[in-house]
Protein backbone atom coordinates (compact mmCIF):
# COMPACT_ATOMS: atom_id res chain seq x y z
CA UNK A 1 0.00 0.00 0.00
CA UNK A 2 1.39 3.55 -1.00
CA UNK A 3 0.57 6.56 1.61
CA UNK A 4 0.47 9.83 -0.48
CA UNK A 5 4.05 10.41 -1.64
CA UNK A 6 5.67 13.46 -3.65
CA UNK A 7 8.52 13.26 -5.62
CA UNK A 8 10.37 16.88 -5.35
CA UNK A 9 12.26 18.46 -8.40
CA UNK A 10 14.19 20.07 -10.20
CA UNK A 11 16.83 17.27 -11.30
CA UNK A 12 19.84 17.77 -13.21
CA UNK A 13 19.18 14.77 -15.93
CA UNK A 14 16.54 13.27 -17.57
CA UNK A 15 14.47 10.82 -15.28
CA UNK A 16 12.21 7.43 -15.76
CA UNK A 17 9.28 6.43 -13.35
CA UNK A 18 8.98 2.73 -14.83
CA UNK A 19 6.13 0.57 -12.42
CA UNK A 20 5.95 -3.29 -13.85
CA UNK A 21 3.33 -4.29 -11.43
CA UNK A 22 0.46 -2.96 -9.68
CA UNK A 23 0.30 -0.07 -7.04
CA UNK A 24 -2.20 0.21 -4.39
CA UNK A 25 -3.61 3.53 -2.70
CA UNK A 26 -5.12 3.24 1.39
CA UNK A 27 -8.43 1.65 1.33
CA UNK A 28 -9.55 4.35 3.84
CA UNK A 29 -9.87 7.95 2.40
CA UNK A 30 -8.83 9.21 6.24
CA UNK A 31 -5.43 7.96 5.31
CA UNK A 32 -5.05 10.75 3.02
CA UNK A 33 -5.28 13.24 5.88
CA UNK A 34 -5.18 16.53 4.14
CA UNK A 35 -2.66 15.52 1.17
CA UNK A 36 -4.96 16.74 -1.80
CA UNK A 37 -3.17 14.20 -4.43
CA UNK A 38 -1.70 10.80 -3.93
CA UNK A 39 1.43 10.48 -6.42
CA UNK A 40 2.89 14.05 -7.45
CA UNK A 41 5.43 14.99 -9.41
CA UNK A 42 6.16 18.73 -9.14
CA UNK A 43 9.15 21.00 -10.41
CA UNK A 44 10.03 18.09 -12.59
CA UNK A 45 11.63 18.28 -16.27
CA UNK A 46 12.52 15.67 -18.85
CA UNK A 47 10.67 12.77 -16.76
CA UNK A 48 8.98 9.64 -18.45
CA UNK A 49 6.43 7.66 -16.36
CA UNK A 50 6.05 4.31 -17.84
CA UNK A 51 3.50 1.69 -16.75
CA UNK A 52 1.97 -0.31 -14.17
CA UNK A 53 -1.37 -0.40 -12.92
CA UNK A 54 -2.52 2.83 -10.02
CA UNK A 55 -5.62 1.44 -7.96
CA UNK A 56 -6.48 4.29 -5.53
CA UNK A 57 -9.42 2.22 -3.72
CA UNK A 58 -11.84 5.76 -3.76
CA UNK A 59 -14.95 3.68 -3.01
CA UNK A 60 -14.65 4.23 0.62
CA UNK A 61 -14.11 8.10 0.09
CA UNK A 62 -17.16 8.28 -2.87
CA UNK A 63 -19.16 6.73 -0.09
CA UNK A 64 -18.00 9.71 2.61
CA UNK A 65 -16.44 12.66 0.17
CA UNK A 66 -14.77 14.59 3.16
CA UNK A 67 -11.10 13.91 1.10
CA UNK A 68 -10.28 16.13 -2.20
CA UNK A 69 -7.50 13.81 -3.58
CA UNK A 70 -6.57 13.30 -6.93
CA UNK A 71 -4.64 10.03 -7.93
CA UNK A 72 -1.69 11.21 -10.05
CA UNK A 73 -1.22 14.72 -10.60
CA UNK A 74 1.94 16.96 -12.21
CA UNK A 75 2.49 20.07 -10.89
CA UNK A 76 5.07 22.97 -12.66
CA UNK A 77 6.69 20.10 -14.81
CA UNK A 78 8.04 20.47 -17.75
CA UNK A 79 8.88 17.70 -20.91
CA UNK A 80 6.76 15.27 -19.64
CA UNK A 81 5.81 11.70 -20.97
CA UNK A 82 2.99 9.47 -19.71
CA UNK A 83 3.00 5.94 -21.31
CA UNK A 84 1.31 3.19 -20.66
CA UNK A 85 -0.41 3.51 -17.53
CA UNK A 86 -3.55 1.85 -16.01
CA UNK A 87 -5.49 4.26 -13.57
CA UNK A 88 -8.08 3.07 -11.50
CA UNK A 89 -11.14 3.82 -8.68
CA UNK A 90 -9.34 7.51 -7.93
CA UNK A 91 -10.80 9.77 -4.95
CA UNK A 92 -11.53 12.30 -7.51
CA UNK A 93 -9.38 13.33 -10.87
CA UNK A 94 -7.43 10.04 -12.51
CA UNK A 95 -4.48 12.43 -13.78
CA UNK A 96 -4.50 16.08 -13.37
CA UNK A 97 -1.88 18.14 -15.27
CA UNK A 98 -1.04 21.86 -13.43
CA UNK A 99 0.92 24.22 -14.72
CA UNK A 100 3.09 21.97 -17.18
CA UNK A 101 4.33 23.00 -20.45
CA UNK A 102 5.02 20.01 -23.21
CA UNK A 103 2.97 16.92 -21.74
CA UNK A 104 2.29 13.88 -24.01
CA UNK A 105 0.11 11.39 -22.58
CA UNK A 106 0.08 8.14 -24.62
CA UNK A 107 -1.50 4.87 -24.37
CA UNK A 108 -4.08 5.16 -21.39
CA UNK A 109 -6.19 2.90 -19.91
CA UNK A 110 -8.20 4.90 -17.12
CA UNK A 111 -11.21 3.22 -15.47
CA UNK A 112 -13.95 3.63 -12.23
CA UNK A 113 -17.49 3.02 -11.67
CA UNK A 114 -20.18 5.00 -13.75
CA UNK A 115 -21.39 6.77 -10.49
CA UNK A 116 -17.66 7.75 -8.99
CA UNK A 117 -18.74 11.16 -8.55
CA UNK A 118 -15.89 13.74 -9.76
CA UNK A 119 -13.54 11.27 -10.90
CA UNK A 120 -12.54 13.15 -14.35
CA UNK A 121 -10.75 11.64 -16.60
CA UNK A 122 -7.54 13.58 -17.35
CA UNK A 123 -8.21 17.17 -15.80
CA UNK A 124 -5.62 20.08 -17.71
CA UNK A 125 -5.38 23.54 -15.61
CA UNK A 126 -3.40 26.16 -16.98
CA UNK A 127 -0.92 23.72 -18.63
CA UNK A 128 0.31 24.23 -22.07
CA UNK A 129 0.97 22.06 -25.01
CA UNK A 130 -0.40 19.01 -23.63
CA UNK A 131 -1.15 16.21 -26.01
CA UNK A 132 -3.35 13.09 -26.08
CA UNK A 133 -2.34 10.18 -28.19
CA UNK A 134 -4.24 7.08 -27.48
CA UNK A 135 -6.33 6.31 -24.42
CA UNK A 136 -9.57 4.28 -23.28
CA UNK A 137 -11.79 5.90 -20.86
CA UNK A 138 -14.44 5.21 -18.67
CA UNK A 139 -15.25 7.26 -15.73
CA UNK A 140 -18.04 8.53 -13.50
CA UNK A 141 -16.93 12.12 -14.80
CA UNK A 142 -15.72 14.28 -17.49
CA UNK A 143 -13.27 12.30 -19.45
CA UNK A 144 -11.56 15.16 -20.55
CA UNK A 145 -11.51 18.23 -18.86
CA UNK A 146 -9.98 21.44 -20.01
CA UNK A 147 -10.18 24.54 -17.28
CA UNK A 148 -8.87 28.15 -17.87
CA UNK A 149 -5.57 29.16 -18.57
CA UNK A 150 -5.06 26.14 -20.73
CA UNK A 151 -3.93 26.09 -24.21
CA UNK A 152 -2.67 24.15 -27.42
CA UNK A 153 -4.39 20.83 -26.49
CA UNK A 154 -4.40 18.42 -28.66
CA UNK A 155 -6.47 14.98 -28.67
CA UNK A 156 -6.34 12.04 -30.72
CA UNK A 157 -7.19 7.96 -30.72
CA UNK A 158 -9.86 8.62 -27.40
CA UNK A 159 -12.01 5.54 -26.82
CA UNK A 160 -14.54 7.87 -24.90
CA UNK A 161 -16.79 10.86 -25.22
CA UNK A 162 -15.47 14.48 -24.74
CA UNK A 163 -17.60 16.59 -23.14
CA UNK A 164 -17.37 20.34 -24.37
CA UNK A 165 -18.49 23.29 -21.74
CA UNK A 166 -17.55 27.23 -20.96
CA UNK A 167 -15.80 27.89 -24.29
CA UNK A 168 -16.13 31.64 -25.20
CA UNK A 169 -15.56 32.37 -29.18
CA UNK A 170 -14.73 36.34 -29.21
CA UNK A 171 -14.13 38.51 -31.50
CA UNK A 172 -14.74 36.62 -34.67
CA UNK A 173 -14.97 38.19 -37.82
CA UNK A 174 -15.09 36.90 -41.63
CA UNK A 175 -16.36 35.35 -44.24
CA UNK A 176 -17.64 31.35 -44.35
CA UNK A 177 -16.82 28.56 -47.36
CA UNK A 178 -20.50 27.38 -47.11
CA UNK A 179 -23.72 28.89 -46.16
CA UNK A 180 -23.68 27.11 -42.36
CA UNK A 181 -21.17 29.53 -40.63
CA UNK A 182 -21.56 28.58 -37.23
CA UNK A 183 -21.98 24.60 -36.44
CA UNK A 184 -21.79 23.24 -32.90
CA UNK A 185 -22.73 19.56 -33.06
CA UNK A 186 -22.36 17.71 -30.15
CA UNK A 187 -23.94 14.24 -28.39
CA UNK A 188 -26.93 13.67 -26.75
CA UNK A 189 -25.73 12.10 -23.82
CA UNK A 190 -22.64 14.64 -23.85
CA UNK A 191 -24.28 18.24 -24.81
CA UNK A 192 -22.22 21.16 -24.92
CA UNK A 193 -23.24 23.37 -22.31
CA UNK A 194 -22.23 27.03 -21.43
CA UNK A 195 -20.87 28.20 -24.99
CA UNK A 196 -20.86 31.70 -25.52
CA UNK A 197 -20.50 33.77 -28.84
CA UNK A 198 -19.24 37.47 -28.17
CA UNK A 199 -19.00 39.76 -31.47
CA UNK A 200 -19.10 37.23 -33.83
CA UNK A 201 -20.06 38.43 -37.67
CA UNK A 202 -19.52 35.74 -40.89
CA UNK A 203 -21.02 36.00 -43.77
CA UNK A 204 -21.25 34.22 -46.92
CA UNK A 205 -20.36 35.62 -50.21
CA UNK A 206 -21.52 38.72 -48.94
CA UNK A 207 -25.07 37.55 -47.83
CA UNK A 208 -26.49 36.46 -44.51
CA UNK A 209 -25.58 33.20 -43.19
CA UNK A 210 -27.13 30.72 -41.01
CA UNK A 211 -25.87 28.69 -37.90
CA UNK A 212 -26.91 25.16 -37.01
CA UNK A 213 -26.80 23.16 -33.01
CA UNK A 214 -27.38 20.16 -31.88
CA UNK A 215 -27.61 19.00 -28.59
CA UNK A 216 -25.47 23.01 -27.48
CA UNK A 217 -26.51 25.40 -25.45
CA UNK A 218 -25.26 29.00 -23.91
CA UNK A 219 -25.40 32.58 -24.57
CA UNK A 220 -24.56 35.49 -26.62
CA UNK A 221 -23.31 38.97 -26.15
CA UNK A 222 -22.16 42.16 -28.59
CA UNK A 223 -23.03 41.77 -32.28
CA UNK A 224 -23.48 37.95 -33.26
CA UNK A 225 -24.32 36.82 -36.71
CA UNK A 226 -25.51 34.94 -38.03
CA UNK A 227 -28.08 34.17 -35.45
CA UNK A 228 -27.55 32.52 -32.67
CA UNK A 229 -29.02 28.46 -32.71
CA UNK A 230 -28.18 27.96 -28.92
CA UNK A 231 -31.17 25.96 -27.21
CA UNK A 232 -32.22 27.71 -23.55
Known amino acids: MLKPI ?3 GPCQSKMLFHVEGKVVGPKHYWEFGKSGFWILFYKLEKLTILGGTYDAQGSDYWACRKS ?3 CSQG ?3 RNVVVKGIKSLNPQMFHLAIDHCHQVLLKK ?3 EAPTRSPNTDGIHIMSSEGITIAGAVIKTGDDCIAIG ?8 RG ?6 ISGVTYRNIHGTSASPIAV ?11 GLQLHNVRLTYHKAIASSVCTHAGGGVSGVVSPRSCFRK
Open 158 to 163: VGSGVK
Open 183 to 193: KFVCSASRPCT
Open 75 to 77: TKS
Open 148 to 155: PGTKNVHI
Open 108 to 110: LYI
Open 6 to 8: VFY
Open 68 to 70: QSQ
